[in-house]
């Protein structure tokens, strides 16, 4: 049986709208916000990896359907159109929280305080903390819910990631989002990294209860990424989904 206390917390961060913790007890919560890992740590003779310069044009597949291709960049931020047509703003750390997304009747804008670039160059064994004020603006109602969050983000290890891209040296990433007053994290995020790459080839994260894993499938840089290599990756990658299993 599960403590009485422990399950009020879980129950309070449920009411607080912030997390998506799997139905069941206090262990189900805690295994979701604990993503199992799909790859072994390996000791890579990887060296600090510095922060990534984006271009405008740079355009990266997550399977057959989902595209994310970088449309402006800023001093301060990178912004992203999406398959379905969404413009979603980043700052320049994959591993920091999105600044700016409008989905549906939500709209969402956060700040960040703090020093979260302090995780580059990425070495194993680097941690970083910071805080987000996330202010989700529900435009149909009118009503706005701000929350104070906590970021710990680490490089975990070195792994040798397989995606459907290739298979890529990566720096694991992770990250966890705290609320003041509750012992488990609202969510935990992990990115394998590329250095090669200059960008993540595998994400994963919980959602409703489930964890989800978006994988790189292709990356055309900038001046590779006309409509037309666009439209011919995204038919490849659409035949290479539908090709029966061996």
């Known amino acids: 049986m599960h403590a009485p206390g422990a399950l009020l917390c879980v129950v309070a961060a449920l009411a607080a709208g912030c997390s998506h913790l799997p139905a069941g007890g206090l262990q189900d919560a805690m295994d979701a916000l604990s993503p199992a890992e799909r790859a072994t740590p390996l000791p890579l003779n990887l060296a600090p990896a510095p922060r990534p310069v984006a271009r405008v044009g740079d355009t990266y597949f997550f399977g057959a359907q989902s595209l994310r291709q970088v449309t402006a960049v800023s001093s301060g931020s990178v912004t992203w159109t999406t398959t379905d047509g969404q413009r979603l703003r980043t700052g320049r750390d994959f591993f920091a929280p999105l600044l700016e997304q409008t989905q549906g ?37 009118g009503r706005e819910i701000t929350t104070p969050i906590r970021w710990e983000c680490g490089v975990i290890d ?72 666009i439209a011919a990756t995204r ?9 029966p299993p061996l």
Not at 113 to 126: D, F, R, S
Not at 128 to 136: A, G, L, M, P
Not at 235 to 243: C, E, N, S, Y
């Open 235 to 243: 038919q490849r990658l659409q035949q290479w989904q539908q090709q």
């Open 105 to 141: 009747d939500q709209r969402l804008t956060s700040t960040l305080q703090g020093q979260p670039g302090a995780l580059w160059p990425l070495a194993v064994g680097k941690t970083v903390s910071f805080e987000e004020t996330r202010t989700t603006r529900l435009l149909t109602l």
């Open 158 to 229: 070195t792994r040798v990631s397989q995606v459907p891209a290739g298979d890529f040296e990566t720096y694991h990433v992770s990250c966890k989002a705290y609320r003041d007053g509750f012992f488990l994290p609202l969510q935990t995020v992990t990115w394998d990294y590329a250095p090669s790459l200059g960008h993540y080839v595998r994400r994963t994260w919980f959602d409703a209860g489930r964890q989800r894993e978006a994988a790189l499938a292709a990356a055309l840089p900038a001046p590779l990424a006309t409509p037309a290599r």
